[in-house]
DNA sequence: ACGTAATGTAAAGCGTCCTTTACTTTATGT
DNA sequence: ACATAAAGTAAAGGACGCTTTACATTACGT
């Protein structure tokens, strides 16, 4: 329940971080490729800790690559 | 793997706002009363969006309510 | 001291995140 | 046009977040 919609930015700050591959992310954050697809393509929200990495290794905070909305 | 560690603030939150019970807690972001404990116990990590309505609830951003550490 | 609210512990079950494997499609360079 | 890298799709299995139920313990008010 609660209808809500998470959106992220992962794919454009991959390029804007000198054009990482889907799999140098992967690599980065330790996760399997097909995890940053299913991220990237909004199948489903990454867990808390994951978030974590990849705001950091994009060097931005939380809030700067996931979009959360509350449809309340 | 990748020895990581998440701490968490809600349990200091939730009395700094208004002297929330778990219950109430539990009931603003759409969980269960365990879910709440098992968090301020720090059993599991949260989802990411439940790690945002947690934040909103109190009015901070993600990473003020959780702390993550990676030990590279 | 007693009754009630708040918090804590435990365990089974379900759904979702993430992995693994394998194959297909699209882009890029020469 | 061809070879290779990058990205996409799919499906089974394991791990973990979250629920549900039930009971135990601690705090609080009168």
């Known amino acids: 329940m609660s209808s809500d ?3 992220n ?3 454009r700050l991959r390029f804007d971080n000198g054009e990482l591959t889907q ?3 992967a ?3 330790g996760v399997t490729r ?3 697809i299913a991220i990237e393509a909004g199948k489903y929200a990454p867990s ?3 978030a974590f990495k990849l705001a ?3 060097g931005v905070s939380i809030e700067e690559v996931f ?3 509350n449809e309340r």
């Open 5 to 7: 919609r998470l959106s």
């Open 9 to 11: 930015k992962v794919r």
């Open 23 to 25: 799999q140098q992310l």
């Open 27 to 29: 690599d980065r954050v």
């Open 34 to 36: 097909q995890t940053i």
């Open 48 to 50: 808390l800790p994951l």
């Open 56 to 58: 950091r290794t994009f």
């Open 67 to 69: 979009e959360y909305e």
